[in-house]
């Protein structure tokens, strides 16, 4: 059976030399786009291939009529393809995605292969750091593997525009989870937040809500019991962050727990607030 979800680094280390295994690693960092190139080339997990935030799960160009999708714009589902393609994905392969910021952005490459169709995907529990804890070695050597073939399927994940979640304020049919820090949920941090606060009725989970103090996801029981609290039908949430980077991490967290079926708003805050028609809520819940 394939890793869907978690993957520890001790299960890693035992399929290290595993051709069917894909690794990519996805660190980053939001205020340096080229951070994450830096960080592989200095060293990175063996068999590894760097999955660049930017320009490899975003495509930053404009909507129709030169509209702004967000700051991390999903590419569209055949150009992914041929990225995984790039990568040596094949239809049986399993990936394995990491980063160091306890899973926020190998959890949008997790929700991206979804996305697509493939089912053998998952995060490296604990990242980059729980590799090194188990005696896990680092390269600077870049491999070429042989480019893949791996074809769409039938999406396992959903998505929303701005419309959707414009017309949910009426009908207040689904609940909208925020994975952002509670000071920008709030409206507080207007050094990363221009224009600051919320979707109206959005409820705040913080992407790192769902970590140990060690890094790695909370058991999935509890998991479960947290979420429920905040999310009474999995099938009728809308996951949202400042880019739609960290909402992912909500999802994975939702999928661990059993909490299947949520839609992710890939244009999220940095899509909503830039059209100011569209309400923004401050302050405490």
Same mark, same amino acid.
């Given at each position: ?115 697509? @169709?493939?089912? %053998?995907? $998952?995060?490296?529990? !604990?990242?980059? +750091?729980? /590799?090194? #804890? ?123 727990? @059993?909490?299947? %079926?949520? $839609?992710?708003?890939? !244009?999220?805050? +940095?899509? /909503?607030? #830039? ?11």
């Amino acid at each position: 059976m394939p890793f869907t979800t978690l993957i520890t680094a001790a299960e890693l280390k035992q399929h290290i030399d595993n051709p069917t295994f894909v690794i990519l690693d996805c660190r980053a960092e939001l205020s340096d786009s080229n951070a994450g190139a830096a960080a592989f080339v200095a060293g990175h997990i063996p068999g590894a291939q760097h999955a660049d935030a930017d320009r490899d799960l975003s495509d930053k160009s404009p909507g129709p009529g030169g509209a702004f999708r967000g700051r991390h714009p999903l590419p569209s589902q055949e150009a992914f393809i041929e990225k995984l393609r790039d990568w040596g994905v094949y239809p049986n392969s399993q990936v394995i995605a990491y980063d160091a910021h306890g899973g926020m952005f190998a959890a949008r490459l997790w929700w991206m292969l979804r996305w697509v @169709g493939h089912h %053998g995907v $998952a995060v490296l529990d !604990g990242g980059l +750091s729980a /590799w090194q #804890a188990v005696g896990g070695e680092l390269t600077t050597d870049v491999i070429n593997r042989p480019r893949g073939s791996i074809t769409l399927q039938p999406s396992l994940a959903s998505t929303v525009g701005a419309d959707d979640v414009l017309a949910n304020l009426s009908a207040r049919a689904k609940t909208v989870l925020d994975a952002r820090a509670g000071d920008r949920f709030r409206g507080e941090n207007e050094t990363i937040d221009p224009v600051g606060g919320r979707i109206p009725g959005a409820k705040n989970r913080f992407f790192k809500d769902n970590l140990q103090a060690n890094g790695r996801f909370k058991p999935a029981e509890q998991l479960r019991a947290e979420l429920s609290a905040l999310v009474k039908n999995p099938a009728a949430t809308i996951a949202q962050c400042g880019s739609g980077i960290s909402a992912c991490h909500n999802l994975l967290s939702m999928e661990i727990a @059993g909490l299947s %079926g949520a $839609a992710l708003y890939p !244009g999220s805050w +940095s899509e /909503w607030c #830039a059209d100011p028609s569209r309400p923004v809520a401050t302050g405490q819940e």
